[in-house]
């Protein structure tokens, strides 16, 4: 990686983590070209603080995220010690290892701003190549591979994290796709000030009652995917996989961009899935899921295998 080495960020005097290089403010400036090259004005996905394209001089290529929006929200949520804060989510964001997670690559803090430096996804968002005209529409492979990429990243950081990682939101927004088209969610918050709202509600009933919103997000993803249709907000796509006839419209609504060229096997079993995960939240009513995480990506991977594997595994 050049001159750019990772170290050891140390917390409180006491902790250290791995892999998590501290950068100055004036390194960042210089990166990002004097916070010139913006990526995303609400940062990847629209969650957090503003996006930069970053640029080291040891010849790491990073996204740098401004940290503020939600984060100043958790902060306040602290007690007001947002220093705390920063710290505790650098601690925690630094513990995800997942190869369909955004990486965070380090971090920045001056007196007026502290910053994020995650990995850097050549191909942009998900949104971006499902529906910017000038792009290559991505083929029916790869839009089945992104399916099974975030259900497995989705049953990393609601299964085996420790704790559940509640702040992520599954839209195309949040998915970003490296050069190779490995698709990665972005936009990950950990847990801070939601275990201090376990006194009405369990901590087990607020990770099943999030676990049950992700799977209902995730079917609208994967009925994105399969109809290149923005999900918008009146749930018209969601309305039409609960159809009783939906399977008889299913081939008009494949995205017109694809050609034709797809395996009508899989296009059933991947709407199938999107009409289980939808299920529980049709006509507001909300509820326990149908299907979990785990049992989708099981699924999907399964179906995979059993074409020979032909594309990557999640």
Known sequence: MGGCLRRRLCIGGTRTLPFVRRFTPREIEAATKGFTAVLEAGGPGGGGGTAYRARFAGGLVATVRRAGSRDDHRQQGSGGNGKAAFYLELQLLARLNHRHVVRLRGFAEGHHARFLVFDHMENRSLKE????????????????????????????????????????????????????????????????????????????????????????????????????????????????????????????????????????????????????????????????????????????????????????CG
């Not at 089945?144 to 989705?154: C, H, K, N």
């Not at 999900?231 to 008889?248: C, I, S, T």
């Open 129 to 312: 190549c499902l529906h910017d005209p000038l792009r290559t529409p991505l083929d029916w492979r790869t839009r089945l591979q992104v399916a099974i990429d975030i259900a497995a990243a989705l049953e990393y950081l609601y299964y085996f994290c420790d704790p559940p990682v509640f702040h992520v939101s599954v839209d195309s927004g949040n998915v970003l796709m490296d050069a190779n088209f490995v698709a990665k969610l972005s936009d990950v918050g950990v847990v801070s000030d939601d275990l201090k709202r376990a006194t009405t509600e369990s901590f087990q009933d607020q990770v099943e009652r999030r676990r049950a919103g992700l799977v209902f997000q995730y079917g609208v993803l994967v009925l994105e995917l399969v109809t290149g249709q923005s999900p918008g907000g009146d749930g018209e796509l969601v309305r039409w996989v609960q159809e009783p006839g939906f399977a008889g419209s299913m081939h008009r609504m494949v995205d017109a961009d694809l050609g034709g060229v797809y395996d009508a096997r899989e296009l059933r079993d991947l709407v199938n899935v999107a009409r289980l995960c939808t299920r529980h939240e049709h006509g507001g009513g909300g509820g326990a899921a149908a299907v979990s995480i785990p049992q989708i990506v099981r699924y999907l991977q399964g179906k995979v295998e059993r074409l020979g594997g032909e594309a990557r």
